[in-house]
């Protein structure tokens, strides 16, 4: 890492951090939990809520992209809406080699991991918000589809908040850890 870089990472003062409230993920998770239990080997984090931002009560599907030994992707999708329109949310970890990320907009999690941030982006279209973390050796990212016109610092309180509201997903338990291990 390029010394610039730890040392912004370093002064930058991450969002207040907020602690998961419960142990279990969101209850729009259950019909692909048994799934991930099965298929995925590297530890699986789901929040167990979401900020008001994501609408949570329109959430109609929730779709398992990926479930591998060494990766997952689940995707949540809004009533409705079809095709782009419909995202909602992705959460998707991915087992990679040490030192990958680099932080342009870091933030300090609940965890004490630093997690990249960038903003909306709209150009012919608008992607969403992205924020990733490496916890060992898995990279974890978290999408979420937010208003352009929100200010980056307030798209960045919405993913950090969603990402210290993360559980670990026991494989083959019934119960979850409280928060992701640092």
Known sequence: MQCWVRVALAMMVGAPVVAAQSNNPASVFRPVIAELR???QIPVLLPSKFPARLRSPDISDVVLLTAAADS??????????????????W??????????????HPYRLASGALAAFIPVGCGGSCAPANLWWQQDD???TIQIKLPSDMAPRAQAKVLVETANAMV????GAQSFNRRAPP
């Open 168 to 171: 670990r997903l026991r494989r």
């Open 138 to 140: 898995v990279i974890y």
């Open 91 to 104: 959460f998707h970890g991915v087992r990679s080699p040490p030192d990958v990320v680099r932080a342009k």
């Open 72 to 89: 997952y992707s689940v995707d949540l999708r809004y009533k409705g809406d079809n095709g782009d329109a419909g995202f909602a949310a």
């Open 38 to 40: 099965s298929k995925v």
